[in-house]
Nanobody
Framework: QVQLAESGGGLVKTGSFLRLSCVAA????????MAWFRQAPGKQREMVAT???????AYADSVQGRFTISRNKVENTVYLDMNSLKPEDTAVYYC???????WGQGTQVTVAS
């Protein structure tokens, strides 16, 4: 059974740092593009960052320069480092393999002003 488990969310103040982690089990995702998406209350889910098997990252304009996606293939883990957090970053963050349709349950990030 494939499982993706996110962790690292929480309540922080504006300007803070958080690291989200996503541990995959049940399948080797080392050859797949992985991604972080987020969904804020009342809004559609949006792409935050993606990373290819070759470690090439791409970012939404809203997080470019503040967030960094990385992966550890040996540990089958994907990370999202989030710097200079803003209240508009508040959302549930989901890790997934978008091309395959596998998604985690999400972790809540709340940034207080």
């Amino acid at each position: 059974q494939v499982q993706l488990a996110e962790s690292g969310g929480g309540l922080v103040k504006t300007g803070s740092f958080l690291r989200l982690s996503c541990v995959a089990a049940g399948r080797d995702f080392s050859r797949d593009t992985m991604a972080w998406f987020r969904q804020a209350p009342g809004k559609q889910r949006e792409m935050v960052a993606t990373i290819t098997s070759g470690h090439n990252g791409a970012y939404a304009d809203s997080v470019q320069g503040r967030f960094t996606i990385s992966r550890n293939k040996v540990e089958n883990t994907v990370y999202l480092d989030m710097n200079s957090l803003k209240p508009e970053d508040t959302a549930v963050y989901y890790c997934g393999a978008p091309d395959l349709g596998f998604w985690g349950q999400g972790t809540q990030v709340t940034v207080a002003s």
